[in-house]
Structure formats: structure tokens, C-alpha cells
């Protein structure tokens, strides 16, 4: 990872903004991939640095990639802008993740203006879902009503990307989509429809011994 990080930042000296601006957005967005990368091999200070430059890298990609331009580029780079700012959520500071995840989920927000059901479904479902588990982080660092709102704005990402992620045809996607809609209804206390998502998954990979103690500790709640 060090050596692609190396690489690419070897690369910007030839791609400038100002003469090969596309390649230089290109190589940006991938030196955001690989330090995020690293990000998630490395500990404590060094790992939130790590995604804060990750972070300045896509912002910058931005600047090139715009929506008029390169829709689908814009759209990708703001998709991969929330999914480092979530990272950085859980790894950064606990006093600015929740300012942190509201700037991811404006990102993906974004990205879904582009990514439409009808036209790019794969695509939407994906966002739909990182949505979805960005609200529910933000759901758990919330209380009363904004706890609430939250949640339910999970469950509804979640339960919009499984109209794409069906067991046949993402059965992979599915999985954890449907997990994630579990974690959700736990949250809310709906011990029944958490309990079912459970059953519903152990149905697929029986062995997981997760999921069949998360069934047994649901059916003592009522």
C-alpha cells in the first residue's frame, strides 16, 4: 500500500491540474482509495490522518469531476467521499463523528441524484445501503426524536436497496443488507421483525453461529 500511495503521488508530478486535468483527478481519487486503504491498516492518530487526507484528495478530484462534466465520475468520487468520511466517523475523534457522518451523508445524498433506480439500480442500491448504515451511526450518537428520525431514515435506505439486492440475484448484497435492516429493527425495539431478519439469514448460512445466538437472545424480549 505504501508503495501505490508512492506511486501515485509520483504520478501528480507529471498529471497538473492545469495540463492533464482529467488524469490528475483520476490519480487522485485513487491515491484516496489507497490511503484509505492504509487508514484501515493502521491505528489511532495516524489512521484518522491518514482518512483527513483521503478526504482533501476527493474534495480536490471534485473540483475536475464536476456533475455537468462527468456525471458518473462526480457521482463515484461523492460516493467514495462519504465512505471515508463514515471511516473517519468511527476512527476520528468521537466528539466531531456525528458532524462527520452529516457531511457523509451528504455525500451520498449526492451521489443518489446521479445514481437513480431506473437508471443506475446497482448503483443506487449500493448508496442506498451506505446511506442507510450511516444513519444508523447516527442514530446511536442521537437521542429522543432525532434518534428516532434517524432510524427510520436507516430503514428506509435499507429497505429501498433491498428492492434491488434480492437473495437471487445479490444474494452477497442481500446478506448484508438484510443484516444491517436487523440491526435497525433491534434499534427500535421490534424484537419481531429483528428476530425474523435474523431467522431469515440463518436460512442461508446455517453454520453462522452469530446469527443463531442473536435469534435465541431476541426471543427472550418481548
Known sequence: MHQAIEAYQSTLQVYTREQLPIDWALTLNNLAGALRGLAIRSTGTQAGQLLQEAIEDLRSTLQVRTR????????LTQHNLGTVLNDLADRGEETLASPY?????????????????????????????????????????????LASQNLQKAMDAFLG???VYTESSFPIQWATTTQNLAKTY??????????????????HYPRDRYLQVKIDELSQKH
Open 68 to 75: 455537468e462534466r462527468f456525471p458518473q465520475d462526480w457521482a
Open 161 to 163: 436497496s433491498l428492492q
Open 101 to 145: 457522518l452529516l457531511q457523509a451523508i451528504e455525500a451520498y445524498n449526492s451521489a443518489l441524484q446521479v445514481y437513480t433506480h431506473e437508471q443506475l439500480p446497482q448503483q443506487w442500491a449500493g448508496t442506498e445501503n451506505t446511506l442507510g448504515v450511516a444513519f444508523l451511526d447516527l442514530a446511536g450518537r442521537s437521542e429522543g426524536a
Open 186 to 203: 433491534e434499534a427500535q425495539r421490534d424484537w419481531d421483525n429483528a428476530r425474523n431478519s435474523y431467522k431469515h439469514l440463518l436460512s
